[in-house]
């Protein structure tokens, strides 16, 4: 029973930069690509980023692309995404994501995506 806890997010000023980390226990292993999603309220949750099951391919979504890094530790089990100048339209709730270990390759639907996590809130003042 694969369970994924994201941590990091918090209260930052505009122009800081901020790192989440995502923690896979319970199955890690047998996780294939891995992503981060986000949501504001009253929104659909959007593509942020994606990795593949070994972290060697990237697939950033447009608002992500230039400020966001996304990478992975297999052996930790962890993935994070670093976002840097932030900005107050980052500010959302992100959430940790991963495919089951056959789905290497990274997507940016959110259907193809298995397990989630209950989300790390990112506040941005300005």
């Known amino acids: 029973q694969v369970q994924l806890v994201e941590s990091g997010g918090g209260l930052v000023q505009a122009g800081a930069s901020l790192t989440l980390s995502c923690a896979a226990s319970?199955?890690?292993?047998?996780?294939?690509?891995m992503g981060w999603f986000r949501q504001v309220p009253e929104n659909e949750r959007e593509f942020v980023a994606a990795?593949?099951?070994?972290?060697?391919?990237?697939y950033y979504g447009d608002s992500a692309k230039g400020r966001f890094t996304i990478s992975r530790d297999n052996a930790k089990s962890t993935m994070t995404l670093e976002i840097h100048t932030l900005k107050p339209d980052n500010a959302a709730i992100y959430y940790c994501?991963?495919?089951?270990?056959?789905?290497?390759?990274?997507?940016?639907?959110?259907?193809?995506?298995?397990?989630w996590g209950r989300g790390t809130q990112v506040t941005v003042t300005s």
């Open positions: 994501t991963a495919r089951p270990a056959v789905s290497i390759a990274p997507t940016p639907r959110s259907w193809e995506y298995h397990y």
């Open positions: 319970g199955g890690t292993g047998s996780l294939g690509a």
């Open positions: 990795c593949s099951a070994s972290g060697r391919s990237t």
